[in-house]
């Protein structure tokens, strides 16, 4: 069982892993042992709620499918358990990531101080420039 918050969670049935060797190097080791874990997951056929499932859907992630098939790929440990555990947690992150929601902004102006300001700095800069200017003698 995968706890995703107090109310949610998915269980282990509906999360596909399997074992497959990992990329680069690592000498004969990684040759031999299927240390990666591939992690696919299948957002429409879960149980998860309708609303985590459509801001899932909704999220431009590469590791999303247009089929809402989520594949993660877990390889930057040496061990099987450590990559499975890493790739899970790729995928609760992945999940809480799409079911933040972001707060709307409000439009604002600056204050007429502010803009007073701001035009003072500019005539400011302006003069210290013109004195750079060639000295008439």
């Given at each position: 069982m995968l706890v995703i918050s107090q109310r949610v969670s998915i269980p282990e049935h509906e999360i596909e892993l399997s074992a497959i060797r990992a990329q680069g190097a690592g000498g004969q080791n990684v040759n031999k042992v299927s240390s990666a874990i591939h992690l696919r997951f299948d957002i429409p056929r879960s149980s998860l709620p309708e609303f985590y499932k459509q801001r899932l859907m909704a999220l431009r992630d590469q590791r999303i499918s247009k089929e809402g098939v989520v594949v993660i790929k877990a390889q930057q440990f040496r061990t099987q358990e450590q990559n499975r555990e890493d790739a899970l947690q790729r995928l609760a992150a992945l999940i809480r990531?799409?079911?933040?929601?972001?707060?709307?902004?409000?439009?604002?102006?600056p204050s007429k101080s502010a803009r007073a300001k701001r035009m003072d700095k500019k005539t400011q800069r302006g003069r210290i420039k013109n004195l750079r200017g060639k000295v008439d003698i």
């Open positions: 990531k799409a079911t933040v929601v972001q707060k709307a902004r409000k439009a604002t102006k």
